[in-house]
């Protein structure tokens, strides 16, 4: 049986988080402009 602490575990807990960090980086700012262009064609 695993342990929770594995380093396999950690391994995926650190690539889910880089993997967060990047794509609220990339999409973040795309979101907020379509807003803008939203709100403003409205």
């Not at 380093?7 to 993997?19: D, M, P, Q, R």
Request: proline share 2%; glycine share 4%; net charge negative.
């Amino acid at each position: 049986m695993n342990s929770i602490l594995s380093y396999e575990n950690l391994v995926h807990a650190v690539s889910g988080a880089i993997g967060s960090v990047t794509a609220m980086t990339i999409f973040y700012p795309l979101d907020t402009a379509r807003l803008i262009l939203q709100a403003y064609l409205l």
